[in-house]
């Protein structure tokens, strides 16, 4: 099966992975028809998400969202808030819109969330064998002195 939410859908947010309102309602099927200011009322309350927590919210044209560069969507009108949603909020999200195409979204986003856990512990555990190994030569000690530590 092809993924629904693909890695180029995901943005990074304030240092954190997130997918925006627009994609996300595009990717679970809701109608056209439907408004997306009140989708994404209806989303946030039935999930009880917070923001600043579940979510970020840009305008049109902003640059910045806490200092960090977001792509605007070019088919979105002027002053329409884009919601930039955190891979927990569209799990739950994709659950509560009770779907096959919205609980597909959610396995999708646990095995996401499981696959970068598993790679920073991979980088942790390199990351202390390679101090270890530093240690264990004495290199460490020696950069220390010659950064001004004793």
């Not at 902003?62 to 070019?74: F, I, N």
């Not at 597909?104 to 190994?133: C, D, P, S």
Request: neutral net charge.
């Amino acid at each position: 099966m092809n993924e629904i939410i693909k890695a180029s859908d995901i943005n990074v947010v304030t240092g954190i992975e997130t997918i925006d309102s627009f994609t996300l309602k595009d990717k679970l099927g809701i109608s056209e028809n439907t408004k997306h200011s009140t989708w994404v009322t209806r989303a946030i309350t039935r999930a009880r998400l917070v923001e600043g927590t579940d979510y970020v919210t840009s305008t049109f044209g902003e640059q910045k969202v806490s200092g960090c560069q977001l792509g605007t969507r070019l088919d979105t009108p002027d002053n329409t808030v884009t919601y930039h949603f955190t891979l927990d909020a569209v799990e739950m999200i994709g659950m509560l819109t009770d779907s096959d195409v919205g609980h597909t979204i959610r396995k999708e986003m646990q095995g996401y969330k499981k696959a970068y856990l598993m790679n920073v512990q991979h980088q942790l555990e390199n990351q202390g064998n390679i101090i270890k190994t530093l240690s264990s030569t004495g290199s460490i000690s020696s950069q220390a002195k010659n950064a001004g530590y004793r």
